[in-house]
T-cell receptor, first 111, second 116 residues
Framework: GDSVTQMEGPVTLSEEAFLTINCTYT??????LFWYVQYPGEGLQLLLK?????DKGSNKGFEATYRKETTSFHLEKGSVQVSDSAVYFC??????????FGKGTTLSVSS | GAGVSQSPSNKVTEKGKDVELRCDPI?????LYWYRQSLGQGLEFLIY????????KSGLPSDRFSAERTGGSVSTLTIQRTQQEDSAVYLC??????????????FGPGTRLTVT
């Protein structure tokens, strides 16, 4: 079945460092791809999405490009802030729209 | 406007008891999803509703789990004869569309279930 694999955490960075969180997927169809974020004490919220190959999703300085040839959707940010500390989940949507999530990557940014 | 709400926020129950978890989706959202978040398994899909129908129940882990949705709105997830492995945070999400879609799912704060 469909699945998502993302890099294990935790990822620890200093403020203003470059961030990459790797995500690859396996799917029989052409899913939409998402990054969700869970800030401490808060619920899951959508960070960005891409619906077809070569689409780039972006929000709050984060970007991810839907790469069909490498089945990847890596999350990047050029300069992280302390406020970006959170758990990040890569996900794809199946034919019913149900989300299949990766295990999550904890990001900790220190000043 | 109001987001997705869930109740109770925390539930502690004894092994073998039944529990009911409630989800109030965003008004007008036709699609509703239940997920479970646990340390061992991460985030898992449980069931999908489109209106009052559940075309996809494939994620329900056993026949002790059931869910219903009434009036195209409120949904209840019921776990019978709870086991310790049912301990998790149960999340509900709603969206304005279902099926192969790009609609954003809005998540509730979750119900933390602890089975003792």
């Amino acid at each position: 079945g469909d699945s998502v694999t993302q890099m294990e955490g935790p990822v620890t960075l200093s403020e203003e460092a470059f961030l990459t969180i790797n995500c690859t997927y396996t799917a029989t169809g052409y899913p939409s791809l998402f990054w969700y974020v869970q800030y401490p004490g808060e619920g899951l919220q959508l960070l960005l999405k891409a619906t077809k190959a070569d689409d780039k999703g972006s929000n709050k300085g984060f970007e991810a490009t839907y790469r069909k040839e490498t089945t990847s959707f890596h999350l990047e940010k050029g300069s992280v802030q302390v406020s970006d500390s959170a758990v990040y989940f890569c996900a794809l949507s199946d034919f019913n729209g149900a989300l299949i999530f990766g295990k999550g990557t904890t990001l900790s940014v220190s000043s | 406007g109001a987001g997705v709400s869930q109740s109770p926020s925390n539930k502690v129950t004894e092994k073998g008891k039944d529990v009911e978890l409630r989800c109030d989706p965003i008004s007008g959202h036709t699609a509703l999803y239940w997920y479970r978040q646990s340390l061992g398994q991460g985030l898992e899909f449980l069931i999908y509703f489109q209106g009052n129908s559940a075309p996809d129940k494939s994620g329900l882990p056993s026949d002790r789990f059931s869910a219903e949705r009434t009036g195209g709105s409120v949904s209840t997830l019921t776990i019978q004869r709870t086991q310790q492995e049912d301990s998790a945070v149960y999340l509900c999400a709603s969206s304005s569309g279902g099926g192969q879609n790009t609609y954003e799912q809005y998540f509730g704060p979750g119900t933390r279930l602890t089975v003792t």
